[in-house]
DNA sequence: CGCCCTTTTGAAGAAAATCAAGGGCAGTGG
DNA sequence: CCACTGCCCTTGATTTTCTTCAAAAGGGCG
């Protein structure tokens, strides 16, 4: 349980030196555990610190008036989350733990002193708010059509968790068709019809909280999904 | 024809002191126009610039694999785009100038000079791209309404051009039924049946590209909209 | 076992897409 | 000056997609 996916994760964006590995692996911080199905962070809130997640499933979600939900991202092991520290601002939307969740709490300050002394690491820092930008986009631009977007989730969360692209692959998908249908902007029903047309295209399965792929090209078809945009 | 916009726009996230100001207004630049209905950045292509509106309207878009466009944002005069540079990433979508645009566009090193002279101007470089982020989990959050989600439009689009937010106030929408169905994500007739409502409310009105919002307290209330959220 | 949560399926209704046809208005050219 | 043309707006009718309401079936766990 440390920050070595964080490491890793920014190693995504921009090459690493041992020295600036050492110096993220490095960081003082302390860890904050929230249970499964608990909020980590309240919208209106100005965390003090930025969130990166050790273990577990989160996700960024809004509430509307009539209390329905939408979920506007999910954070995976090595992802990060309160940047807005850096504003100042509250936040604008929540952030859910869909598992039990384990966080590294990492001081402004010291994020600040990382960049000064790692430029690079800024710039990488940059680049992963600007991917969940490009994720954002992605949803809007898929968003008229479920079967599509829904395709495209899992093949999306199926690439950020450095699964091999070939033959076929399975993961822990730790939602309910109900959070998944907050996530496609639809409802429960109609995720468990598109689902149905998944599995029965024999494309996915899914069990137990188990979720195989069985045809990851075809799937990327479907999805109209581009590998690492 | 100058950066004042840009710096006017820069100072609605950070304080900026006179100096600071006078650096925005003197970066180096060269000034491109770009013919209405016409791509200013390609999607794929790696802009050397920031883009700067000087004049005009554009807005962000991505096409599907069936040709139909779904717009994801706009550009104001005083936004930028382009900030994909700084990662050295190609663009995940594209750039069109709704009417004729002039763009200041400034290299990168002028940016990272800028930014080194007065590291709040970097700081409010975050705070733009947040806000970007911001309204896209905006438009997601409303996108399971449409009546919602376009009155959310003008209402943004409203406040971006720092009208008064009483009485009734007009300006110049240079988008046709289609363009704006393409930011809502329905087709061009539906809007015109939205827009209808709108209008049969008595909340706006829309003539020759000028749009009247007659009702802003009101307009706001359907749009579930937040002043600078 | 019994309970709760989730999945699955059906049927009816609402929302939006699609298809199709007019209508208004500005610009162009005779 | 007027007819023509092209673009956009408007409206109607039909079909598809998705929601809503309802109920039953499965699965994990005390």
Redesign the interface.
């Known amino acids: 349980m440390s920050l070595t996916l964080f490491a890793d994760s920014i190693a995504n964006y921009v090459p690493l030196a041992k020295g600036e590995r050492q110096l993220i692996e490095g960081l003082p911080h302390i860890t904050r555990s929230v249970a499964r199905r608990r909020e980590a962070i309240r919208r209106g809130s100005t965390p003090e610190y930025l969130y990166v997640v050790l273990e577990g499933w989160a996700g ?1 979600y ?1 509430l ?2 009539d209390g ?1 939900r ?1 979920l ?1 991202g999910f954070l995976l092991p090595g992802d990060f989350c309160g ?2 520290a ?2 100042h ?1 509250p936040m ?2 929540a952030i859910l733990a869909f598992t039990k969740c384990n966080f590294a709490l990492v001081e402004q300050k010291y994020i600040d002193a990382l960049v000064a002394e790692a430029p690079i690491i800024g ?1 990488a820092l ?2 992963a ?2 991917r ?3 994720r ?9 059509d479920s079967l599509r977007v829904y395709a495209h989730l899992i093949c999306e969360l199926h690439e950020r968790q450095r699964l091999p692209a070939e033959g076929s692959s399975a993961f822990a998908l730790p939602l309910t068709q109900e959070d998944i249908g907050d996530a496609l ?1 639809i409802t429960a029903v109609h995720t468990n019809r598109i689902m149905r047309k998944l599995r029965e295209a024999g494309l996915i399965a899914h069990k137990r909280g188990i979720l195989t792929i069985t045809d990851i090209s075809n799937l990327r078809e479907v999805a ?1 999904f581009n590998p690492s ?1």
Chains 1, 2 share one sequence.
Do not use: A, F, M
């Open positions: 960024r809004g509307r008036s329905s939408r506007t940047i807005h850096v504003c601002k604008d939307h710039q940059w680049n708010k600007l969940d930008e490009i954002l986009r992605t949803w809007l631009l898929n968003s008229d902007g109209h945009p």
